[in-house]
C-alpha cells in the first residue's frame, strides 16, 4: 500500500460489543499486574482503559516488529504509575511484554518496572513517574518531530510525519514543569501534540477539590491550545472519543486536550475513590469483575481470543505501514541521496565525521576571556558542522552566549527549520522539553541558563540521567566570581548536587583548550547527560592544557621535582592554584598543580593514573569558589566556601573569601607543615 499521511485515522472501528471485551480484558489484565505484585496503582489504568484500546487499535501508526521506526506515532504516559495499562497494551499489541512479564511487575530486573523507563521496555519512549515529566517531554517530541520534518521532508515525501499522543492525569496538570512546557507549547502552535487528560477527580489525598479546582479547559485555552470535553469517558462506545481525536488531528496551528470524564478503578467496590488509586483492589474483587463482564473468574492473566485477533491485526496493519514508508524512504533516498543520508546518520545518532576537528585550541599565548565566551568561540565552529545540535536559552541568551551564526534563526511558529529555541523564563520546562527532543531522536538538544538555576530544573535533569539521553546543559555564571548579582545567583551548593547524581557528567573548564575538551566530552556521551559550567569572569590560556587531557578527568598540569604538596582546582580557580604554586616555588616549597574538571571521569580512571596523579602520602589542597563537600575524597585541606556568597565585584569578591594568592600559598604552607612528622594520610577507600 502506498505510504499514508499522519493524519489520516487508520482505522474502521470496531463494533461497540467487541470494543467492551477489549476494554474489559485491558482493565482485568492491568487489574492482575498490580495484584500479582501485591503493590502499584489499578485506578488509573482502569479508568484509562477505553482512551488506551482507542489509541491503540484505531488510531496510531507503529510498529511492534520495529519499536525504534522513526516515522511512528510517539505515546507518552505521562500519569507513569499507570503503567500497569502500558504494559498491558505492550503486550496484546505484541512489543515483547509477556505474560510472565506481567506477572513480575515492580520485580527486580523485569522489563516492567513500577514506572515507566526508557530503555528497559520496548515501546517506552520516556522515562515517567514524576509527574508532569511526561507531558512536558511531548513538547520536546513535538517540536522534534516539526523541526526534523522540515529540515528533510520533500515535496511528495513525508519521512518525518507523525503525532505525539499523551495519557495524563491531574497531578500531572498540578505540576509546574508541565505548566511551564504546556505555556511554550501553545505560544509554538504544536499542532501534533495531543493529550488525553484523564479527569476521574481524584488523587491521593481524595477529591481534587481538596487543591486543584481551577478550570483547566480555560487555562489551556489561554496557552492557546485547542480544547475538547468528553463527558464520559468510561463507555465502550468510544465513538465521541474518536470524534474529539479527529477533531485534534485536523487543529494544525493549536496542540490539543481532551478533558475525558472517566471513574478511577472504573468497576472495582472502591471504584471513584482514592482506595483504588494506589493499591491491589484484592483478588475478590478482580474475580466478582470477571463474573460480571464475562469471563472465567478462575482463569489468570487471560486474554480473549477476539481481543487477541483486534490487536494482532494491528500488528499487521503497524508493518504494512511500515513497510510502505520503507519503499518511500527508498524513493526519497534515490531523489534527494544527500538528504536521505543525512538523516539516516542522525537517526543512528552518530556525529559528523570529522567534526573534532572544527574545535579550537589555545596556546598560553592567546588573551584571556571568560570560559562563556571560549563556549560561545566552540559553539560558532561546531553548530555549522552539527546540524542535529539544537537548542537554546530560558531567557538568558546575552549572557549564556548561545546564539551564533550557525543557529542565528529562531525556531518557531512560522519557521520550524530554526535551530534556536526561545525557553522565556522556564528553566525546568525547557530541560524537560529537551529530554523529550533527545528522546525522539535524531537531535543533540542543548539547554541553557545560570548554573544556580539548575536547582530550579533537577528534576528533569535526573531523569536525563536515568534515561540515558544525550542532553548538553551548557550553564554560565558557575561562582561568586559572577560578582553583583549576588547570593541569591551565586551557586555554591550547586554543582555538589549534581556531581551526585549518576550517569551524569558535569565538567568545569579551566581554559580555552578545557572548554573544547568538554565540549567534545559531550557531544561524544551518547548514553547520558553533560553539564558544563562556564564563568563570567575572564581566564588566561594556561601552558599544560589540552583537550585530550579533560577525559581523563584530572590531569598533572604543572609539576615541580620534590614537590611538597598538590594543589588541585577546578574551573577559574586552576589560574589561582598556578599562580600560587609559582609563589610557593619561589618561597622553597615547590607544588604540584592539577586541574580537575571533572570528578566522575576521573574516578573512573585506574587506580594506577589515580595515584599518579596524587600519590599516597602527599597531601593535597582543593581550591573551588562553590562548597567543599566531595572535596575531601581528593584533598586533606579546602579553600571553599563555607556560606553564602555576596553582592560586590567579582574580583572583591573572590579576594573577600579567600580566593588569593596570597591565601592559597598560605594554606598549602600550612597544610605541609601539618604534615611534616610523617605522611599525609591516604584518602582513597577499597573498592570491595
Known sequence: MPYQPAKRLKMVGTSVEVAQRCISNIRLLSAETVQAAKSGHPGAPMGCAPMAHLLWSEIMNYCPEEPKWANRDRFVLSNGHACALQYTMLHLTGYGV???????????????????EVGVTNGVEVSTGPLGQGISNAVGLAIAETHLAATYNRPGFPVVDNFTYVICGDGCLQEGVASEACSLAGTLGLGKLIVLYDDNHIQIDGSTEL?????VAMRYEAYGWHVQVVEDGDSADVSAMRTAVKAAQEVTDRPSIIKINTTIGFGAVKQGTAGVHGAPIGDEDIAKLKEEWGF???AKFFVDSEVADVFGNCRVEGKKSFDAWNVMFAKYKANFLVEATEFERVQAGKLPEGWELSLPTFTAADSAKSTRQ???GVLRKIVPVIPELMGGSADLTGSNLTKVDGNSLDYSKVDRSGRYLRFGVREHGMCAIANGMAAYGGLVPFTSTFVVFAGYALGAMRVCALSHLRVLFVFTHDSIGLGEDGPTHQPIE???????????????????????GAYKLALENEHGPSFIAFSRQGVPQLAGT???NVARGAYVLQDQPDYKVVIVGTGTEVALCVDAAAALQAAGCPARVVSMPCWSLFDAQNAAYRESVFPTGTPVLSVEALGSLGWEKYAHAHIAMKTFGASGKGGKLMEHFGFTVDNVADKATKL???????????????EL
Open 546 to 548: 589540552s583537550v585530550a
Open 494 to 516: 550547586t554543582l555538589t548536587s549534581l556531581r551526585s547524581i549518576p550517569n551524569f557528567l558535569v565538567l568545569r573548564p579551566a581554559d580555552g583548550n578545557e572548554v573544547s
Open 211 to 215: 487543591a486543584f479546582t481551577e478550570d
Open 98 to 116: 509477556s505474560i510472565d512479564d506481567l506477572k513480575d511487575f515492580r520485580q527486580v530486573g523485569s522489563i516492567t518496572p513500577g514506572h515507566p
Open 374 to 376: 571560549l563556549s560561545q
Open 672 to 686: 605541609v607543615a601539618f604534615y611534616s612528622d610523617g605522611p599525609a594520610p591516604t584518602l582513597s577507600r577499597p
Open 296 to 298: 472465567d473468574p478462575a
